[in-house]
């Protein structure tokens, strides 16, 4: 039975513990240094360790879960995004400006009680803002989970992606 990673880094850890545990003086029975160099020789530095790692399944249920938060927060932000920018509008006078720009254009008795925020209105313009972020909710989750399983797939007959991890010096 193979040996998980877990349990190798953990007797990688002890090892590399032990070995810097030892006196700086000290040697081994041969006379050479502990350091594992030959004298009069220095050692050649190290350059970053690297491991190749294949990603090989993504765990769709974790896919789901994550996308189903992340959907939420850029629905929330969604919302406040458009209130902020209803209410600069607001505040800027554009609506005031519209509606006396159809007032002169149009130019009869009926358009006084012209209004533009009874079409365009906060109300009416958050509540389908909020509308298309609960669908956006339920779509992004979706479209996440599906593409999760169909990275399974396409890994089972291709292998996966390959990455590299590099150690920090």
Sequence with gaps: MRVGLAERIQAKLAAATSSSDKPAGR??????PATGATPGRKPRPRGPRRARLR???IDPWSVMKTAFLLSIAFGIVTVVAVAMIW???GAAGVWSSINDTVKEVIDEPGTS???IEDYVGTARVLG???LVAAVDVVLITAIATLGAFLYNMSAALLGGIE???AEDN
């Excluded at 040697?27 to 050479?32: C, F, I, K, S, Y």
């Design 27 to 32: 040697t081994a029975t041969d006379g050479t």
């Design 128 to 130: 389908f803002t909020m």
């Design 87 to 89: 209410e600069v509008i």
């Design 55 to 57: 990603l090989t399944r």
């Design 163 to 165: 990455v590299t991890l």
């Design 113 to 115: 009680d012209f209004d």
